[in-house]
């Protein structure tokens, strides 16, 4: 997994994710997904 | 452009005898992150954690969606000590409208505001599915005592 860091210059440059970044990542996508519901007759 | 850096602790004011009076100064960082399609895209502001005598506290996280990220799901900004962490911020949608956002705090990040752990201080915005516009600037205000 990738990451696109801004750096103080402005200039942008793909890395690498750490694992704890990639985990944190996961996390907030997991996070944002919209709640489903189910309905019961 | 010429700069003038001074010790990480700023007081100004007026001393009184028992040592009152006085005011930190407040100083920013921004940055502004581009959306680099479905990549998460952080930036790192670096406090000076670990000064000696000093301890660093956020004020306040200021969040100016220039343009909306049009994520086909989501796009969530978020302020950690390490890419998409939540330490100090979470759950800011910057998908919704080009505004002016502040995140809403949880008694957790406020409590970690107030005495930072880490040097970095990392903000991201994590697209879920295709983006292909957003900009927007984050400013992180901090004193230092």
Do not use: C, H, W
Request: glycine residues 6%; without cysteine; proline residues 6%.
């Amino acid at each position: 997994m990738k990451i696109a860091e801004v750096l103080p210059s402005g200039k942008t440059v793909l890395r690498d994710a750490t694992p704890e970044e990639e985990k944190n990542i996961k996390a907030v996508i997991a996070a944002a997904k919209p709640v489903k519901r189910v309905f019961e007759e | 452009m010429p700069e003038t850096l001074f010790p990480p602790a700023i007081k100004s004011g007026i001393p009184s005898a028992d040592g009152s009076g006085k005011g930190s100064v407040v100083l920013a960082q921004s940055a502004t992150l581009t959306q680099n399609s479905t990549t998460a895209v952080s930036a790192t502001f670096k406090v000076p954690f670990g000064y000696p005598n000093t301890r660093v506290k956020i004020i306040d996280i200021i969040v100016d969606v220039e343009v909306v990220f049009n994520s086909a799901s989501s796009a969530t900004l978020t302020v950690g000590t390490a890419a998409a962490g939540t330490q100090y911020a979470s759950g800011v949608d910057v998908k919704a409208a080009a505004a002016r956002l502040r995140p809403t705090f949880t008694a957790a990040q406020l409590t970690a505001m107030k005495s930072l752990t880490s040097e970095n201080v990392v903000a991201t915005i994590t697209p879920s599915g295709a983006t292909s516009t957003g900009t927007v600037t984050v400013t992180v205000l901090y004193e230092v005592g």
